[in-house]
């Protein structure tokens, strides 16, 4: 950006030096003015860059923040298989133990009707009386 001097700034450095002079000290100050631009554009620019480099790393990008739900969908799909895995192992431990009970059921089943029938027949073979009222109460049973 350009900057030139005011008219009545120019008029009184005429006055005290010269019209010259006057034009002299106008070029020099108008240089400064330009450099003093250059050097502060620079200076913001790199004051810029600073803060993007600055700010880049401590924020999270838009590709930071995608890489990091990438990794949480993977973590959640290698939770959901490892759920799934140890669900179908879980299922399978208690349809093997739900079988074993089932099994112990019928064995006990098995002996307890065993043992009704031998106790039955001992209380019938030991006691005379029982067989008597057995036979009178067959009449009943049909």
């Known amino acids: ?4 001097i005011d008219y009545e700034l120019l008029e009184k450095l005429e ?3 010269g019209k010259e002079e006057a034009k002299k000290i106008a070029q020099t ?3 400064i003015y330009n450099e003093l631009d250059k050097k502060s554009e620079s200076l913001a620019q790199q004051k810029k860059l600073e803060l993007k480099d600055e700010l880049t790393k401590e924020l999270a990008t838009k590709a930071d923040i995608d ?4 990794k949480l969908e993977l973590l959640k799909t290698e939770l959901e298989s490892k759920i799934e895995i140890s669900h ?3 299922e399978a431990k208690i349809d093997k133990e739900v079988l074993k009970l089932q099994n112990d059921i019928q064995k006990l089943d098995k002996k307890f009707t065993i043992m009704f029938i031998v106790l ?3 209380i019938i073979f030991i006691n005379k009386d029982a067989v008597e009222l057995i036979i009178k109460l067959l009449p009943f049973a049909k």
């Open 29 to 31: 100050i108008e240089l």
């Open 15 to 17: 006055e005290k030096v």
């Open 1 to 4: 950006m350009a900057y030139v």
């Open 88 to 90: 179908k192992e879980l």
């Open 67 to 70: 890489i990091v739900y990438q």
């Open 120 to 122: 039955a027949f001992l």
